[in-house]
């Protein structure tokens, strides 16, 4: 009777975890607290460099992320400096940000309705990922599997990204690690480029906002 009764309590903590697993993996919409870094932003020839924040990241755990959408009409360059500082009103505490892991293109797979009958001749969706890595597919015999798995971004990446191309770009890095206050330097080049941006940070606080 103990040994089923064991049984029985292994399963219903089973079930719980996996129903706790499935409700927070249903509510990232709900935990993500975001900050709009730079609203919609045009830069034009000859602007001078623009300095967002400071912005407060101390009450934020884990990783968190900035994702950065850009476009530009023209040739030139734009860069991204993110700085952080433990001192908001000290400019020569500012330091250029490092440690975080950088994706700068997408990653397209293509998706097919196979119950669909006409499936062999119809692609319906092809998705653009922002992976934090590269998809790998290992070699059977040395791996000991075949299942294609995710080769992750390493976090070394340090200093200014150059976001010229049109497109969107993530920054990934571990929110507890950084300075409390974050801000963005964005630099403009070329005499007829304008360049139109935003920025975007995310994470999940320790404390709600208040």
């Given at each position: 009777?103990?040994?089923?009764?064991?049984?029985?309590l292994?399963?219903?903590?089973?079930?719980?975890?996996?129903?706790?697993?499935?409700c927070?993996?249903?509510?990232?919409?709900?935990?993500?607290?975001?900050i709009?870094?730079?609203?919609?932003?045009?830069?034009?020839?000859?602007?001078?460099t623009?300095?967002?924040?400071p912005?407060?990241?101390?009450?934020?755990?884990?990783?968190?992320?900035?994702?950065?959408?850009?476009?530009?009409?023209?040739?030139?360059t734009?860069?991204?400096?993110?700085?952080?500082?433990?001192n908001?009103?000290?400019?020569?505490q500012?330091?250029?940000?490092?440690?975080?892991?950088?994706?700068?293109?997408t990653?397209?797979?293509?998706?097919?309705?196979?119950?669909?009958?006409t499936?062999a001749?119809?692609?319906?969706?092809?998705?653009?990922?922002?992976?934090?890595?590269?998809?790998?597919?290992p070699t059977?015999?040395?791996?000991?599997?075949?299942?294609?798995?995710?080769?992750?971004?390493?976090?070394?990446?340090s200093?200014?990204?150059?976001?010229s191309?049109?497109g969107?770009?993530?920054l990934?890095?571990?929110?507890?690690?950084?300075?409390r206050?974050?801000?963005?330097?964005?630099?403009?080049?070329?005499?007829?480029?304008?360049?139109?941006?935003?920025?975007t940070?995310n994470?999940?606080?320790?404390?709600?906002?208040?």
């Amino acid at each position: 009777m103990k040994c089923k009764f064991n049984k029985w309590l292994v399963s219903l903590v089973t079930i719980g975890a996996l129903m706790a697993a499935d409700c927070s993996a249903q509510q990232l919409f709900s935990s993500l607290r975001s900050i709009v870094i730079t609203s919609p932003a045009t830069f034009i020839p000859g602007t001078a460099t623009v300095t967002n924040g400071p912005f407060d990241i101390g009450s934020y755990t884990g990783e968190g992320f900035i994702d950065i959408t850009t476009f530009t009409n023209a040739g030139g360059t734009l860069t991204a400096t993110i700085e952080t500082s433990n001192n908001s009103t000290n400019a020569s505490q500012w330091a250029a940000f490092s440690n975080y892991a950088l994706i700068s293109s997408t990653t397209s797979y293509s998706y097919t309705n196979f119950t669909d009958p006409t499936w062999a001749t119809n692609v319906y969706a092809t998705n653009p990922y922002l992976l934090p890595g590269t998809i790998t597919t290992p070699t059977v015999y040395s791996a000991g599997f075949s299942q294609p798995y995710l080769l992750p971004l390493q976090w070394t990446n340090s200093g200014a990204v150059t976001v010229s191309a049109k497109g969107v770009y993530r920054l990934g890095f571990r929110a507890v690690d950084q300075k409390r206050y974050l801000h963005i330097i964005w630099t403009p080049t070329g005499a007829s480029s304008n360049d139109v941006v935003t920025a975007t940070f995310n994470g999940i606080r320790s404390a709600e906002v208040q």
